[in-house]
């Protein structure tokens, strides 16, 4: 089959949006399917075979990102009368959202939307307008959106439960995980820790990730204001890059835990399996993950995982087993990394689960997918 799917965020950016996007396309191509990205333009990135890149314009605040002008109609109407697409899978229900759902009903195509996010813990990107009256809107607009697709995907039961919320139909969402490409890169630790410059006896207590503020990073900068009176040779290693580098700079400042951050910058996810292997823990305060693909990654590295006990990243974990969830404060985080890093055997046994842990492989996502594209078309 053709599927096309939209989406904002999409190769060069690089977030989870995009690396799940990529990893259903290149296993969609293996089985014979055929897939077209329509997504937006980047400066000096050239369009790939396979990608139907639409005019766009770059928010100077938000250079990582474009987003479509008005003028990209005409090229995805000529797209779609000169092809068969048989479904159009929508994963950002904002504005190629709705310029899919026009071509949907234009073209009498089935469409599939996939919730990737919890817009809602988003609406701190517009503090100039009333929270109240954003969260109604994006309530309506949500419901409103969802309610033109067939079939839904999101990828746990935290962001199935959210979508529910918004009066979306529950009966139509898939629970479908974005799936794990390959097996973990595993570097020699010893290797790995010279590469990064970490002595042997330093303990690395590692957070990948956006650098943003959704992500809470400012309760590590607490945490470690606990932590760096018991546990003189840790530190927290701070690996992603992203907007709120600036103030998670200024929270570890006022925390005065500057000494004891390590902000590695962003590493290329070829490289990323080093970093893992040089670790000791894994420290997760997210809480508006609808997954959390780097715990997922963390474990396969057998890093034992701390992760608050709210959004989806905990469903990843099992508590005790694979890492501890813990309640969503430095008190309970720097009492867990603190249990951990006294209790070596503890410690050991939480690493062995954390590499047992069951995970969704990017081609057991990929045949979910296509049955959920298959009852879309049959209804």
């Known amino acids: 089959m053709h599927i096309a799917m939209f989406s904002e965020s999409y190769t060069p950016v690089t977030n989870g949006v995009a690396v799940s996007i990529t990893t259903l396309k290149d296993q969609l191509e293996a089985r014979g399917h055929r897939v077209t990205i329509v997504t937006t333009r980047h400066a000096k990135y050239r369009a790939k075979q396979g990608e139907l890149r639409v005019p766009s314009f770059r928010l100077p605040y938000w250079p990582e990102y474009t987003l479509p002008m008005s003028t990209i109609y005409g090229k995805l109407d000529r797209f779609f009368e000169q092809e068969h697409v048989d479904i159009i899978h929508t994963h950002i229900p904002f504005i190629l959202g709705w310029a899919a759902i026009r071509l949907s009903k234009m073209h009498h195509i089935p469409m599939v939307g996939h919730y990737h996010t919890l817009y809602d813990h988003y609406l701190h990107y517009a503090p100039f307008l009333p929270k109240k009256l954003m969260y109604k809107g994006l309530s ?80 590590l900068m607490d945490m470690m204001a606990i932590i760096k009176g018991k546990h003189p040779n840790a530190f927290l290693w701070i690996v992603g890059s992203g907007p709120a580098i600036h103030i998670v700079r200024r929270q570890a400042r006022k925390a005065g835990v500057m000494d004891r951050v390590r902000f590695q910058g962003k590493v290329p996810h070829k490289q990323i399996g080093a970093v893992y292997s040089a670790a000791d823990l894994f420290v997760f305060p997210s809480i508006t993950e609808t997954q959390g693909l780097v715990v997922g990654e963390a474990q396969g590295y057998s890093l034992p995982c701390i992760a608050a006990d709210h959004a989806a990243a905990a469903e990843s974990i099992l508590n005790d087993v694979s890492g501890m969830i813990v309640d969503g404060s430095p008190e309970y985080f720097a009492a867990a990394v603190d249990e951990l890093l006294c209790d070596e055997d503890k410690r050991n046994r939480l690493a062995a689960g954390a590499l047992s842990a069951p995970r969704v492989s990017a081609a057991q996502m990929a045949d979910m997918v296509t049955k959920v594209y298959e009852h879309a078309i049959s209804r």
Do not use: M, W
């Open 140 to 219: 309506t607009h949500i419901c409103g959106f969802y309610g033109h697709c067939r079939q839904i995907i999101t990828p746990s039961q935290f962001s199935k439960e959210r979508l529910s919320a918004f009066g979306v139909e529950a009966e139509k969402i898939n629970i479908i995980p974005t799936g794990y490409i390959d097996e973990p890169d595993l570097v020699p630790r010893d290797e790995a820790r010279q590469l990064y410059h970490i002595e042997p006896q330093q303990r690395a207590l590692l957070f990948v990730g956006r650098i943003a503020i959704e992500k809470n990073i400012g309760l």
